[in-house]
């Protein structure tokens, strides 16, 4: 893989990406308490917090896998999930949704893919099925994703015969295939065994170098540190501080920031 001199994003470029007061439940629990959040194309924001902060949440509420009780997301200046009408916003139809998520990529922790497609074939389904591309031209695609992320030579393989760390490169892979304007990570690295994770954190290097607009939830800071244009702190579903790494990871302002630090450091 190459890398590239990641292009300075402006506080003037607009909004790839921006939550909107969003609140969500999970019964009595307050998983999202009024979340706002606006991340500019090309910035690479990582989301850290103890278990149960709500980090994921946010995540699945972004690509509506999750419809937020109140508050909207916007990628692309466009609302996910919902269309105004007037002064209110009305919920899509689950092909409109899907067509929408096409726009946002979405990494999992546990990589998600159909065992009984071969690697190629894995990257290749979704441009087919949302008739972005002929089965051909998303064939051809998916190889030149599979070369970038290092697995050009297992394109006839099946998930079962690959590592978790090559399982998670295709998984990558597949995201890119849709030419998202956004992509989505979820604790990439948990399902792991320590010797895979450096393969796939280099490969999520060369996207934030090459301006992919990226929001990753880890728990690896040494990596946010390296990677991230910005860090978002959260915790009990609410943002508790953000700012450049240097200021976030070596000088927190807040009580609940220093204490996780302390604990994970």
């Known amino acids: 893989m190459t890398t590239t001199e990641k292009t300075p994003t402006t506080p003037t470029s607009p909004a790839a990406l921006e939550v909107h007061g969003v609140h ?34 946010l995540l699945r509420v972004i690509n ?17 999930g919902v269309r105004r009408h007037g002064a209110r916003l009305r919920e899509l139809s689950e092909r409109a949704i899907l067509r929408q998520r096409g726009r946002i990529g979405f990494v999992f922790q546990n990589f998600n893919l159909f065992p009984h497609l071969t690697v190629l074939d894995n990257v290749a389904a979704a441009p087919v099925a949302t008739g972005k591309l002929t089965r051909d031209e998303a064939r051809e695609l998916a190889r030149e994703l599979l070369t970038r992320v290092g697995l050009g030579d297992r394109t006839g393989a099946y998930p079962r015969q690959l590592s978790g760390g090559q399982q998670q490169r295709v998984a990558i892979a597949r995201a890119l295939a ?9 604790e990439p690295t948990s399902a792991l065994d320590p010797e895979l994770v450096g393969e796939v954190l280099a490969v999520i290097k060369d996207l934030a170098t090459s301006g992919t607009t990226l929001v990753i939830v880890t728990h690896e800071i040494g990596f946010a540190r390296e990677v991230a244009d910005r860090v978002v702190f959260i915790d009990g579903g609410r943002i508790v501080e953000q700012g450049p790494p240097a200021q976030v990871l070596d000088h927190p302002r807040h009580e609940r920031t220093r204490d996780f630090l302390a604990k994970v450091l």
């Open 64 to 80: 509506h896998l999750e419809k937020p009780e109140l508050g909207h997301v916007s990628v692309g200046g466009e609302p996910i």
């Open 178 to 186: 849709l030419r998202p304007g956004i992509i989505l990570f979820d």
């Open 24 to 57: 969500k439940w999970y019964g009595t629990h307050h998983v999202l308490d009024g979340i706002d959040l606006s991340v500019r194309p090309g910035e690479v924001t990582v989301v850290l917090g103890p278990s149960g902060s709500g980090k994921s949440t």
